[in-house]
Each structure stands twice: as C-alpha cells, then as structure tokens.
C-alpha cells in the first residue's frame, strides 16, 4: 500500500484510476473555474499564530456538529455520482465515515440508493434533498429517507439552475457512460475500474429510477433531471418542506447574510456557508471569504458550517479558528474514494485528523472547540467580499 501523506497524494492516484468524465466531474467548476480555484487559494492568505512553551498533552478534536457526536467536526459532504468514481462508492464511503466517527451525507443524485446505503450502515446517515418541480416525488423521497432512519436533512438551495459546466457538457457525462468512441478509448485504460464497475448492479441514480413517475431505465432519466429542478423554490417553500420533514434541518448553499437570516427565521440547525464548490455561481466569492461575515450575521443563533476548497487539516483548522462549528469536505474524501475505495475515504479522513490535531497543538490549543480568530493571522479586509486581496 501506498505511504499516503497528503490529500494530494490521494488526488493524483484518483486521476489516473478514475475514467476521465468522472474525474472531470469531481475536479471542475462551472465557467471560468474562478470561484473553483478561489475556494482553494484563499485559504492560502489566511496564516497561523505560532505559539511555544503551552501545555500540549491530551489534546482532543472531539465535538459536535447538529448534536451529532462526531470525532472531528468533520461531515462527508453530499456528491452526486459518487458511486461512479469507484463501484458502490456511496456505501464504501458511508462505512468509512460511519468506521471513522462522523457523518455521512447521501446525495439525492446518488448511484447507490437510500435504502442500499442504509442497509449497509449501522449508524443512521444524513440525506441531502434537491427540490424537484415533482412534489409527490420529493415527498415521497422524504419518506423513503426517514423509513431508512435518517435523522439530518441537508437541505440544497443553489441549484435551481444548472451552472454552466463545460467539462462535463464536453465529456458527455452520463451514469453510466455512453459508449462513444472517445470514451470506449479512454475506458480501454481504466480497466481496474471496469472490472470494479462490471461487478455491480448500481450504474444509475437509485435515488431516482424506478421511483419517479416516468423514469422505468436511464433512458428517460436524462430528460427527465433537466426539467426537474424547482425554479419556484422560495422561503415558503422551505418552510413547507421543514414543516413536511419534521426533523433535524441543515440548509446548504448559503452564501449571503440576508439568507442566512432567512435560514435562522426558518429554524434551519445549521447553515452551510456554500458555493456549490464552484459549480454554479462562477465569480462568487469563497466560501472562506464569506464565513466571517456570515458567522457575524448569525450572531450563534444556529451553528455555521462550511465547505468548499478543503483540502488539508490546517484548512479545517482556519474555518474552525473563524468562526465554524464544522465543516463539510466532498472533493477531499472523493479524491480517497477514487483512488483505493473505502480505504482511501478512511486515509483521506485519517490525514486530515493528523493534520488538524499538530496543527493545533502548533498554535497552543489543546481542544478544538477552543480555536478562535486569536489563532489566526489575518490580512486586511480578510472577510470583506468587497476588498480584494
């Protein structure tokens, strides 16, 4: 086995296993890419206040994320075709995750469905909804998630619109590939994969097929996904959709401090400070840029997480230090899973814990939920959408 030593590591064995329109998928934005790369390098303005001579035994990461004890405040974030980066991939990461002590998020665009996931965990996951035009699907997709014990809605509201994706748009992607010619050469490659793929029956969105009136097979699942996002979504919809779920609410993709009000008026338990990690608004801000002000907003009316451009414990260590009760990583455990499978999102989460835990010892914390903007060295304007760095 490989010596894994960064998540970069990860990163590259993914890129030559994975075939490319599933690489592609996880590393690209949408447009230009900007917000993609910003979400990135911006963590890289923020430094760290060294200190020496402090107490650095029994150190813990240890806390909560939405009453959830979690072994770092860490959560699987939701990705969609996860299960086509490596074959069964929502379950492998699921059991890794669940193995490891913190949450993972089930997309509604998953390749392994509620039920299969759910059934292969002991421990309840959480579910990530996007609002289709269809309510009795929606509906009924709720109810399937809490037959399955799903506590957690994580609950989506920057995707009404598809952003533009040229990569994808370019590769053709589809669950499961179309056999093109380019694609039958770039497959001829990957065989490990396909010998992986050839060995399960889950090639297709199982949240989805089967379940939504009109889609019986994959070829009706194109059609029907981009006609389906609700461009009606508003606040009186989300409350109607809280109201209908009844449970444990995080809402995910915010990114502006008059809907975070909106999303603590709600009665959300935790916002996710989010850009769809570059996948929509291109020329967004960072989401790092953002948490500040947002936490700020918020005022510790309901627990602020955020994702977007994580990629190393110290990254975790810098949202923490700004204000975070938590964070979500995709592309982090993503790059693990399609590299070694299970094994990777377990050394992916393993790394990142390493890293999170010197780190702080580093800067003179010995408990997480100790970290704080004294931590942190910050350049000027760092949190200020309108100043450019």
């Not at 969609?80 to 490596?86: K, Y």
């Not at 089967?210 to 029907?224: E, K, M, N, R």
């Not at 338990?269 to 769809?276: G, L, T």
């Not at 005022?299 to 975790?316: A, F, L, Y």
């Amino acid at each position: 086995m490989p010596v894994i030593t960064c998540i970069e590591d990860l990163r590259r064995m993914h890129r030559r296993r994975a075939p490319r329109m599933f690489w592609d998928y996880c590393e690209s934005g949408s447009w230009t890419e900007q917000t993609f790369r910003d979400n990135v390098t911006d963590f890289g303005h923020i430094r760290l206040r060294q200190r020496v001579a402090v107490d650095m035994s029994d150190r813990s990461v240890r806390t909560t994320m939405a009453g959830q004890a979690v072994a770092m405040p860490v959560a699987l974030a939701p990705v969609g075709l996860t299960g086509m980066q490596n074959a069964d991939g929502e379950i492998k990461a699921a059991r890794a995750a669940e193995a490891f002590g913190v949450p993972f998020t089930l997309s509604t665009m998953s390749i392994c469905s509620i039920e299969d996931v759910a059934a292969q965990t002991s421990r309840p996951i959480w579910f990530q909804l996007y609002v289709m035009k269809d309510d009795d699907f929606v509906r009924r997709l709720m109810e399937r998630a809490k037959a399955a014990g799903v506590e957690t809605l994580v609950l989506t509201l920057d995707l009404q619109v598809l952003g533009q994706r040229h990569r994808d748009l370019k590769n053709g992607l589809s669950a499961p590939p179309k056999l093109t010619l380019p694609t039958l050469l770039d497959l001829s490659t990957k065989w490990a994969w396909g010998l992986e793929m050839l060995g399960t029956r889950r090639r297709s969105f199982g949240n989805i097929v089967g379940h939504a009136q009109g889609v019986s097979d994959t070829s009706s699942l194109g059609s029907w996904i981009a006609e389906q996002f609700d461009l009606r979504l508003d606040w009186e919809k989300v409350a109607r959709l809280r109201d209908l779920w009844g449970r444990k609410l995080v809402l995910k993709g915010i990114l502006d401090a008059e809907d975070a009000e909106q999303a603590v008026k709600i009665g959300a338990d935790a916002i996710v400070v989010s850009n769809h990690g570059g996948r929509q608004l291109d020329g967004a801000v960072s989401s790092i840029r953002m948490l500040p002000s947002l936490i700020d907003a918020v005022g510790g009316r309901t627990e602020v997480w955020m994702d977007g451009g994580i990629r190393s414990g110290q990254d975790v260590l810098k949202a923490l230090a700004l204000g975070a009760h938590g964070v979500m990583i995709g592309r982090a455990f993503v790059y693990g899973l399609g590299a070694m499978g299970q094994a990777g999102v377990t050394a992916a989460l393993e790394v990142i814990r390493k890293e999170l835990d010197t780190t702080m010892a580093l800067v003179g914390e010995r408990d997480v939920k100790a970290l704080g903007r004294h931590n942190l060295i910050l350049p000027q304007g760092f949190g200020d959408p309108t100043v450019r760095l």
